[in-house]
């Protein structure tokens, strides 16, 4: 099993949109194993983006950040980062699969409704920058053996 990082950002909570894309994951059999709801400070949004502090675009991508609260979850579930990734949809939510959750509820590059783990090095890092160990509450999903087969799990 795998834990993902998803970020419910501002252009989510803003729309009323937590509980529709929570049961999106939900749905798919991914397992919520932390959430929490938090404002996201500058030295937060600076370590999340480091690779992005120097863009010209960082002063707005983080004043779009600190406009609400976030949703922050980990999601577990047989490669959750790959199903993850894939149920985001692009980037940019102009050019993102109708069907994906950014090109079901997104017109945009920056306020595209949620941040997802690019790999499982990037989800370990970004779930230790969210969640602190007892924040995370693993368990059998009573599900699984309907979600898999014996041998995936």
Do not use: W
């Amino acid at each position: 099993m795998e834990t993902t990082l998803v970020l419910l950002k501002p252009s989510c909570v803003s729309r009323g949109l937590i509980g529709e894309i929570i049961n999106r994951f939900e749905r798919r059999g991914l397992q919520i194993v932390g959430m929490k709801m938090m404002q996201l400070d500058d030295d937060k949004l600076r370590e999340h983006y480091s690779h992005l502090v120097n863009k010209p675009f960082f002063p707005a991508l983080a004043k779009s950040m600190k406009a609400s609260p976030i949703v922050a979850m980990a999601l577990q579930g047989v490669e959750a980062v790959t199903v993850v990734r894939g149920m985001t949809g692009y980037t940019n939510g102009r050019t993102a699969d109708p069907g994906t959750i950014r090109g079901d509820y997104s017109m945009s590059n920056q306020q595209n409704i949620v941040h997802a783990s690019d790999s499982i090095d990037s989800a370990e890092k970004e779930l230790a920058r969210f969640f602190k160990p007892e924040e995370i509450y693993p368990y059998k999903h009573a599900l699984a053996e309907y979600l898999y087969a014996p041998d995936e799990y």
